[in-house]
């Protein structure tokens, strides 16, 4: 099993900051099948980024992933209002299929 | 409108099995493979299983070996996922995703939330 580890767990941050969220796989994602995900409560997830750098139809250009291998990067390069959310980094190539722990990012 | 919409609040006693339903709308279902993934209470996204909705193809995780059955009906655009032996744990809210492949998962059912209490 990939196991994905998120860091920081929490990330308290003003609008307009920027977010770095970081993923790392116990094992190299085949292919950098790794996916971003917004989730916010009462809602279902929300896609963001696929494949480790693709934006998803309709997500904002302030929304930015990287990386390959082992770690993965998910930028947020301005934080808007409606950014305070939890974020997920998941592995879609392997299976079972692993989700990280979450990072959060909380208003400051 | 592409979406996937689930059936509603269920509550359920220890032992007890319960059958979720995620009906495609906009696109054809047996078009794409279907996950499952829950979240129990101050948790995060679990991944439960999938299912090759063209051909019936199925996949679970071993955390659910045995429990959960996943199936689609075609004539009907709605995929299905049943979980048996209920117990306090699998209180969770519980998503049905699409899966594009390369892609990954785009389209999110609004979810269902499960309650198992005796």
Redesign the interface.
Known sequence: ETVLTQSPGVLSLSPGERATLSCRASQSVR?N?V?W?Q?KPGQ????LI??AS?R??GVPGRFSGSGSGTDFTLVISSLEPEDFAVY?C?Q?VT????????TKVEIK | QVQLVQSGTEVQKPGASVKLSCKASGYTLSSYAL?W?RQAPGQ????MG?INAGDGHT?Y??NFQGRVTITRDTSANTAYMDLTSLRSEDTAVY?C?R?VG?????I????TVVTVSS
């Open positions: 292919s099948y996916a995900y989730h279902a997830p929300r896609l696929y494949a693709s998803a139809t997920y998941q879609y299976s079972p299929i692993t989700f990280g722990g979450g | 996950h993934v995060g996204l679990e991944w999938w996949k995780s071993q998503y995703a899966d390369a892609a990954a998962f785009d999110w059912g609004q979810g």
